[in-house]
């Protein structure tokens, strides 16, 4: 009631915003664990057991002949790498707090901040955990050599934004259809494991194959991911400017969708969760 409220610059709310959210990212990342370091080092584990596995298992079927010239680890963790940050990007940005949730009582919180601040977390652990893990293979075991390493970054970026844009559309409809959001998700996630290609190479399939991959954004993000981690890799079957369309496209309808359900929500959503 006897409150004095004095006019901010937009640089103050800019900086008041940034502040909400980094504080909003470390919440997102302690949320795996109490302890960040360890929460981080559970992400680095789970990145370390896919590369075994497939490393494990590309040389029990005897496929490391359908390798790309060059070192036969980085092919397989530009595969992986990409996979992870674009699903646990999805699963961060469907995860988030939606405009029900008891912590978009305080003032300055709002759905923005809590989709921007998981998704930017999900980013920092899988760079993070990306970082350390080619360190030690570069220290311990093989130098690594990238033939471009900031066009490797931007396919990076892409599969991390092109699952926020997904993500976005799911948590959308999450409201109106909780249960479909959450199995879609699952299911999605476990059909990216075969359907994103990574264990394949685009230039190598037959047509009738690379129709089943075609569609899928991610396909293309990992085979231009290898054209630009080895010099002799030329890719003929995909291209960037795809998952680019399909992600803004994504953003626009998530954006949309989600400015309504705001407008719709109610408390009572979460007793039907």
């Known amino acids: 009631m006897f409150q004095h409220s004095t006019r901010q610059s937009n640089f103050a709310i800019a900086l008041g915003m940034a502040e909400v959210t980094y504080h909003s990212i470390v919440r997102s990342i302690r949320k ?19 590369v075994l596995a497939f490393y494990v298992m590309f040389w029990v079927l005897g496929l490391r002949s359908a390798q790309i010239r060059g070192d036969f680890l980085v092919y397989i963790m530009t595969g ?11 699963g961060a940005v469907v995860g988030s707090e939606g405009p029900a949730s008891a912590i978009m009582k305080h003032a300055p919180m709002n759905t923005a901040i809590a989709i921007s601040s998981a998704a930017l977390g999900a980013l920092y652990i899988q760079i993070l955990s990306m970082f350390v893990i080619l360190y030690i293979y570069h220290a311990a075991f093989n130098p690594i050599e990238i033939y471009d390493p900031i066009g490797c970054i931007g396919m990076l970026l892409l599969a991390w ?7 976005l559309v799911l948590l959308s409809i ?37 129709a089943m991959f075609d569609w899928n954004p991610l396909f293309h993000i990992i085979d231009q991911s290898r054209g630009f981690a080895f010099k002799n890799y030329f890719p003929r079957y995909s291209n960037w400017e795809y998952p680019l369309i399909v992600g803004l496209v994504l953003v626009v309808i998530g954006m949309m969708g989600e400015f309504y359900t705001r407008k719709q929500a109610s408390m009572s959503w979460n007793a039907r969760r």
Do not use: E
Not at 35 to 48: D, K, R, V
């Open 32 to 50: 795996q664990h109490n302890n960040a370091f360890i929460a981080i080092a559970m992400n680095m584990l789970q990145m370390f057991v896919f």
């Open 80 to 90: 992986i790498f990409i996979y992870m940050t674009h699903v646990k990007a999805l």
């Open 161 to 167: 934004f092109t699952g926020v844009a997904l993500g």
């Open 174 to 210: 999450k409201p109106w259809f909780p249960t479909f959001v959450s199995i879609f998700s699952q299911i999605y996630q476990r059909a990216n494991m075969i359907a994103s290609g990574k264990m394949f190479v685009a230039n190598t399939m037959p047509g009738f194959m690379l």
